[in-house]
């Protein structure tokens, strides 16, 4: 891709388009809420992971290194985490329920077809029985996507996070 004023690669230097959070404190407190409601009953390293995955598919410089941070202070792996680019090719490094979790979240994530499919539900459903880890789950996912698109607007600058920064 050419890079042009849109695309120009996050830099330190260069400062957020808007600092949403200060313009708009009442929908960050919520995001807050609903980020903290979304990760109750989920595995800490299966959150992580999906928040990373979905921050890689939607190019949040901000939450990678945020979720990449918090994935390490959880326990996660380095390789783990390098190889989530690509796990299709790298399926060894997960467990077949954090597989289904990953699909399912590029699958909510990306919604090219305009659905998830009902083999990639299916089979998320299948390792997470329990309906209400599903809808965590779930929860999971579409709360890192609302966090990706204020972190790619507004072009948040990443590289600065500490884990147990949030909010």
């Not at 609903?34 to 009953?41: P, V």
Request: glycine share 4%; charged share 25%; aromatic share 8%.
């Amino acid at each position: 891709m050419t890079q042009n004023e849109t695309t120009e690669p996050y830099t330190a230097e260069q400062p957020p388009r808007l600092q949403w959070a200060e313009h708009a404190p009442d929908v960050y407190k919520a995001m807050i809420r609903l980020d903290a409601a979304a990760r109750k009953g989920l595995d800490a390293k299966l959150y992580e992971l999906v928040k990373i995955r979905a921050s890689q598919l939607n190019h949040c410089a901000l939450c990678l290194d945020m979720h990449s941070k918090d994935a390490l202070a959880a326990g996660e792996s380095v390789e783990r985490i390098v190889q989530l680019s690509a796990w299709e090719e790298s399926r060894h490094f997960y467990t077949e329920k954090e597989l289904a979790a990953i699909e399912l979240t590029e699958a909510v994530t990306v919604l090219t077809d305009g659905f998830v499919p009902d083999e990639v539900y299916e089979r998320a459903a299948k390792h997470f029985p329990d309906e209400a880890e599903l809808a965590q789950l779930i929860a999971a996912i579409t709360v890192i996507n609302a966090w990706n698109r204020f972190g790619v607007t507004c072009r948040m600058t990443p590289g600065h996070y500490r884990p147990g920064q949030h909010g």
